[in-house]
């Protein structure tokens, strides 16, 4: 039997890696930006959050439609969407109109996690769900690895339009591949029989895949402590990476006074080894994990201790040297990275079937839009009153620390309806 679930791997790591690609792009570019149109920084923070407006009202959205028509289409049509707002953005000729299609970016980007989260729950075996978490959202931070650096060379040879046309058209191959060969692995044509058998005997841990009641619903999931656990932890590990996606390159170009280019590679390192740590984070997190301890929510242990390497944000403004400042931000972002993708793996551990899976993730990634969206706002005034980052890091890192309890304390139920919940017992719940 071979392993082909490989391109799954491939396209969910693409996917995540062109959303970020296209979302880094305004980071790296706000400067001339700002000079042009006349941007104040707190201006400019509405802006790095605009498109997470529309991303946070349409998550949920995406989800159901997932759960109801399938990841083929939805997820193709998010795609489009969002990469061409992102190409418009480079035709835009004032602040008003960048806003505009920043939302509308935001508003398809929604569209990709639910579908990752569904796609893994879909074509995983229970074993391997930490590793293809951690596959998806590694996309999240090679992206801008890969975007800093492309933005930040077509900015300064070409102009900041430029940028934004050229990584808002690299969707389009994705799209054509993504169109021409995924299907759900009950039709996929390019595993062998050996290989689906596998895939849907173990894709639930060995317990059959189906529902055996009514699939539970948006109100379902939120009576459960487990969720709000998880709604809880998201939100507090996205607020790291927001603050980081959004703010870094300006960080490092007025406080450490990097030029354009420089600032470029010194967001794309700790980007670029934080997605190999993260995925070896979660390759160990499968190795250490039995299916019946998925099944029991074993994964929170690893999502808390991916939060406390998050916090080491704390330190920044205590470090001079720019090197170790590179290493407690690969730190720093790998926490955040690995700790969102074990929030979505152990979601998955947590539900009962991959019916509810798109409707599920969507509901968890809003979770950690509501803090996301937060982050670049509250960042912005910061600055803008203290005329330092160094309160804004504080307040990830404290948040940090906060997800790390929660993430211990309220996630160790499974996601069923109440009567449900109370026929399997808590005795069966501790990990």
Known sequence: MKNRRI????????????NYIDRVALSVAAQPIAHEF???PIQMG?????????YFASLIIWGIALDRWGTRWVNAIGMAVFSLATVATGFAWSYMSILVTRLVMGAGEASSYPAGGKVIREWMPARERGIAAAVLNSGSYAGPAIGAIVVAFAVQLFGWRTGFILVGSSGTIWLFCWLMWFRKPELATFIDEDERALILRERNGGLPDTPTGPTLSIPDMLKSTSVWGLLITQAFCSYAQFLFLTWLPSYLQTERHLNIVKSGYFTALPYALSVILAIVIGRLSDRLLTAEACNRGGQRNMVAASMLLTAVVLTTPFVDDVWIMVAVFTLSLTGAQAGIAMNIALLGDLLPSSAEAGRGTGLLITGGASFAMIAPIATGYVVAITHSYNNA???AGVLALAGAFVALTMTRQPIRRKDEVEEVGEATLRA
Not at 7 to 18: A, C, E, G, V
Not at 46 to 54: G, H
């Open 7 to 18: 391109f799954i791997y491939i396209f969910l790591f693409s996917l995540t890696s062109i």
């Open 46 to 54: 509405y802006l790095f959050s605009s498109f997470i407006w529309t």
């Open 393 to 395: 890091f504080y307040i």
């Open 38 to 40: 006349g941007i104040s």
